[in-house]
């Protein structure tokens, strides 16, 4: 599957991504994507860990066991995405749309998260353990299963979520 000796150059892997949709096992790790569009485009078991996204566009894209560990996503668009078996852990996530997301099985440990959104979405047996969520809304979400585990929350909103389905720690349960 992923083979972090790849050695393909930088111009080679950004050739990739704007002439194939399907994606396989490639590490895109410290890349920067300015405006970059992923949208349609199918990943698995590819590595983007320490990448930048700005403004990037994932709208309809597809992810399985991808990694986005200590990523950056700033004004990202990823709406109707399906991202599932994928980990976000220590990922910094600002002004970000979510909205109707598939987010199945996916490690969102340890992200500070600030303006962004996840409503619509169905987040069954993911994991915000030692998570930052600031003025972050996952109003009409399945939270069936997900773990919400000593989560550092500010002006979040659960609205309308079925939170008695979630895992929340002593003193996280949302009003």
Avoid: W
């Avoid at 972090?4 to 790790?29: G, K, M, V, W, Y």
């Avoid at 990823?78 to 749309?97: E, H, L």
Wanted: glycine share 6%; with cysteine; charged share 25%.
């Amino acid at each position: 599957m992923f083979n972090t000796d790849q050695n393909i150059p930088e111009p080679e892997l950004r050739a990739i991504l704007e002439t194939q949709n399907e994606i396989q096992s490639l590490d895109f790790s410290g890349m920067e994507f300015p405006e970059q569009s992923f949208s349609g485009k199918r990943f698995t078991g590819c590595c983007f860990a320490g990448a930048k996204f700005t403004e990037a566009d994932f709208s309809g894209s597809r992810f399985r066991m991808c990694f986005f560990d200590e990523a950056v996503f700033n004004g990202c668009r990823m709406t109707n995405t399906d991202i599932q078996f994928s980990c976000f852990a220590g990922a910094k996530i600002s002004g970000c749309d979510f909205r109707n997301s598939e987010l199945l099985h996916d490690n969102f440990n340890g992200i500070v998260c600030e303006n962004s959104t996840f409503n619509d979405s169905d987040l069954y047996n993911s994991r915000f353990v030692l998570s930052t969520l600031t003025k972050t809304t996952f109003e009409n979400c399945n939270l069936k299963k997900v773990l919400f585990f000593r989560i550092f929350n500010s002006d979040s909103s659960f609205k309308y979520s079925n939170t008695r389905e979630a895992v929340f720690s002593e003193g996280d349960e949302p009003e």
